[in-house]
């Protein structure tokens, strides 16, 4: 199996950047497609990005397209969440996720590990 740490995090203003990090430990990382998802306090978990093994392919959700990019180091067992163009209601903690498949797929239940989180927090 495979440890996740997440990293990045923080308090930003509207309209800034952060860039979120993955470290993955135990099996390597380039086993699995990876994801990102986030939760609001009060809501559901929801899918923000994910990634193929090899990393040619990716897959976002519609809040992030044009703004998120979701990339991989598999040499460095990492992913990265690049976040541009913040909004206030992208306040949220934010979990990187490893799934056993070999889609991009977009439900939680699909991936098999997370890590605890890191909180992002946008102020307007």
């Known amino acids: 199996q495979v440890q996740l740490v997440e990293s990045g995090g923080g308090l930003v203003q509207a309209g800034g950047s952060l860039r979120l990090s993955c470290a993955a430990s135990?099996?390597?990382?380039?086993?699995?497609?990876m994801g990102w998802f986030r939760q609001a306090p009060g809501k559901e978990r929801e899918f923000v990005a994910a990634i193929s093994r090899s990393g040619s392919s990716t897959n976002y959700a519609l809040s992030a397209k044009g703004r998120f990019t979701i990339s991989r180091d598999n040499a460095e067992n990492t992913v990265h969440l690049q976040m541009n163009s913040l909004k206030p209601e992208d306040t949220a903690a934010y979990y990187c996720?490893?799934?056993?498949?070999?889609?991009?797929?977009?439900?939680?239940?699909?991936?098999?590990?997370w890590g605890q989180g890191t909180q992002v927090t946008v102020s307007s």
């Open positions: 135990g099996r390597t990382a380039s086993n699995y497609v």
């Open positions: 996720a490893a799934s056993e498949t070999t889609a991009l797929l977009t439900p939680a239940y699909r991936y098999n590990y």
